[in-house]
């Protein structure tokens, strides 16, 4: 596929960002959210400020762990499925720091030549990610934020091919973004600014279930980071999708999304997660259970 006017990959992904964006030093002195989430995950990019808020949490909520996970291995399949429907270009919107297998290779062991590019707005991410995927062909990492919509796409643009579809991952991002920053907006705009054909998919912490705990963990972390941790409704989370409704399975916890087997207690996930997406999905991985009811509000 020809470039046009975009860059070759691997050249130009700094201009502009870095002259806007916080310094190292200032960004080490608190808490990461993709730190604290690699430690969840078991991961050994993060420091002690990371853990020691992580273990906290941790003595509030337990189940984050699980959530960690559970989000991760739902990652996994929606990527896999999007990559067998035939999609070849991935916007992953928030990206953290990579994992052992992280997202583009694995869209690239079902779809050889799929081009991923990897935004965030944390310098410490961008410098890791930048080191660890070094040797990775067809995937940038940019700097942008989910909050100005209109330049993330701009930059992602030089890059990718925005006149066809795209795969988008909104995965354990949206709920570190305040109602006062406006994402379902941001979201919208997003939506907008991409082929009809292209695929979202959204994972977003919930306090529907085991309210308490999640609650408290969440704001003890707004207390220690510079972002809040905002739990949403499941109302909440499907406006996200906006006239894109989710394909089968639906709006459901992470760990009920097409899984190889049927879970156990989905809702100590944590998190909803969806994708909606025009073209027809393969079958999935395993039989996907019913929707686990929520309780109703007294």
């Not at 130009?12 to 808490?31: C, H, K, T």
């Not at 990897?118 to 410098?127: F, G, H, K, Y």
């Not at 907006?185 to 705990?213: K, W």
Request: glycine letters at 8%; charged letters at 25%; hydrophobic letters at 40%.
């Amino acid at each position: 596929m020809s470039h046009g006017g975009r860059r070759p990959w691997g050249e130009g992904f700094e201009d502009g960002w870095e002259e806007l964006r916080p310094s190292v030093a200032a960004v080490q002195a608190a808490p990461s959210p993709a730190r604290v989430y690699d430690h969840l995950l078991g991961g050994k990019d993060h420091y002690e400020n990371d853990r020691a808020l992580a273990e906290r949490m941790l003595r509030l909520q337990p189940r984050l762990i699980q959530a960690a996970r559970q989000n991760r291995r739902f990652v996994a399949r929606a990527v896999r499925s999007l990559a067998r429907a035939g999609y070849a270009q991935f916007l992953d919107i928030g990206c953290g720091l990579p994992t052992a297998d992280d997202v583009h290779r694995i869209a690239v062991r079902e779809r050889p030549g799929v081009r991923m590019v990897c935004v965030d707005n944390d310098p410490i991410v961008l410098a890791h990610a930048r080191a660890l995927l070094a040797g990775e062909r067809n995937v940038a990492v940019i700097g942008a934020d989910l909050r100005d919509p209109g330049r993330l796409l701009q930059r992602a643009g030089a890059l990718l091919d925005l006149q066809r579809p795209v795969a988008v991952l909104l995965t354990c991002v949206l709920h570190f973004v305040p109602d006062a920053d406006r994402p379902h907006e941001a979201v919208a705009r997003l939506r907008r600014g991409l082929p009809d054909d292209s695929a979202l998919v959204i994972t977003h912490l919930t306090a529907e279930a085991d309210g308490a705990a999640t609650t408290a963990a969440a704001r003890l972390f707004g207390a220690e980071c510079p972002c809040p941790l905002v739990p949403r409704t499941r109302e909440e989370i499907a406006a996200f999708f906006g006239d894109l409704p989710p394909v089968e399975p639906g709006l459901v916890f992470t760990a009920q999304w097409r899984p190889a087997h049927p879970p156990r207690a989905p809702e100590h996930a944590l998190m909803y997660a969806g994708v909606a997406c025009p073209r027809p999905l393969p079958a999935p991985e395993g039989r996907t259970p019913s929707p686990v009811p929520l309780p109703r509000a007294p």
